[in-house]
């Protein structure tokens, strides 16, 4: 079983910049593909962004699409999201996911997650 932490959000100010990360333990990282989501206040948990466990392919939704960077190193077992030019609906608690497929962009998929980190955008 993967257990995952994330660290790294916070309050920032509209078109500012955070970096998100995520470290697994429990087993292997690198058989996992990983996928960040995040949920706002009164709305459905949304896909943001995916990285198979190759680091090979990558998947965006489209309102992040230029903006935000995901990333792994599976060498310190840490999957990272680079969030740039923040948006106050960028505001949300974000999660990261594991995988036992090679790749996915649906949370139905994703076994395994982590307890949520806060990104607040607002001036």
């Known amino acids: 079983q993967v257990q995952l932490v994330e660290s790294g959000g916070g309050l920032v100010q509209p078109g500012g910049s955070l970096r998100l990360s995520c470290t697994a333990s429990?087993?292997?990282?690198?058989?996992?593909?990983m996928g960040w989501f995040r949920q706002a206040p009164g709305k459905e948990r949304e896909f943001v962004a995916a990285?198979?466990?190759?680091?090979?392919?990558?998947r965006y939704t489209d309102s992040v699409k230029g903006r935000f960077t995901i990333s792994r190193d599976n060498a310190k077992n840490t999957v990272y999201l680079q969030m740039n030019s923040l948006k106050p609906e960028d505001t949300a608690n974000y999660y990261c996911?594991?995988?036992?497929?090679?790749?996915?962009?649906?949370?139905?998929?994703?076994?395994?997650w982590g307890q949520g980190t806060q990104v607040t955008v607002s001036s």
């Open positions: 996911a594991a995988t036992g497929l090679l790749f996915s962009s649906y949370d139905r998929d994703y076994a395994y």
């Open positions: 990285i198979s466990r190759n680091a090979g392919s990558t």
């Open positions: 429990g087993r292997t990282f690198s058989s996992s593909a």
